[in-house]
């Protein structure tokens, strides 16, 4: 297992928070720390993301893997499961490779299908960033206004920079191998028996990565299932509408 950088809130029953591609830990401690009132809230990087260690190899089975192996090192035999998009995969593929360790599972606007891609873009704007010769945040924020518009998906992206201690930067992900493997952050998760451990679907209203056409599929392998669509959020739903994910989160886990 690859060591896995986390940190931990709270007391009381255990939940474990996993990001999406390109994220972090840091983008779910809000979160974390309103849930900490009333559970022990653990967020992780997970592999190649973040502080965790960079490996040579990446796809669902190994995310999921690591999870479980993380579980067994803290002495957690069962928890809730949060997982938001590539997090959201990997919540399922543990719930499909290691039940026994899940109570309850909440999946944040991913779904179980393979995708078709989306991060083009963004990946060819993190890998036009000459990241071994920029000298300010500024530079590496320039590289990426020319294909990324929105301030708001820059700063996403630009938190994975860390400076190295020679100077100049570097990124904290594992850019090349996320890009070799990125088949493998697409591809859906096939179920062989139907999933009967509660489990909550949240979509954002204005997201296009669960749509209507896709649930009679999630409702065939998931027997004890809920669905809410939170109307004004979009993929990025924990940090467009974090009162009502909490909300949402909260309602689910007290039933």
Known sequence: ??????????SGDPIIIMHGLFGMLDNWQTIAKNLSEEYMVYVIDLRDHGKSEHTTDFNYPLLAQDIAEFLEAEWIHKSYIIGHSMGGKTALQLVKDYPE???????????????KGGHETILEA?????????????????????????PGIRLFLMKNLTRNKEGGYRWKMNLKLLIKHYQ???????????VDIPTLFIRGGKSNYIQDEDLDEIFIHF?????????AAGHWVHA????????????FLAV
């Open 1 to 10: 297992m690859p060591t896995l950088n986390f940190k931990t809130f709270g």
């Open 240 to 251: 467009e509408q974090p009162n009502e994910l909490l909300s949402a989160i909260k309602s």
């Open 126 to 150: 993190l890998t036009s960033v000459p990241i071994d010769s920029v000298k300010t945040r500024a530079d590496v924020d320039k590289h990426l206004f020319r294909y990324i518009s929105e």
């Open 184 to 194: 493998e952050i697409l591809a859906g998760i096939t179920f062989d028996e139907v």
């Open 223 to 231: 027997e004890d299932m809920q669905l809410i669509t939170i109307a």
């Open 101 to 115: 360790l899940v109570e309850k599972l909440i999946v944040v606007d991913i779904g179980i299908k393979s995708y």
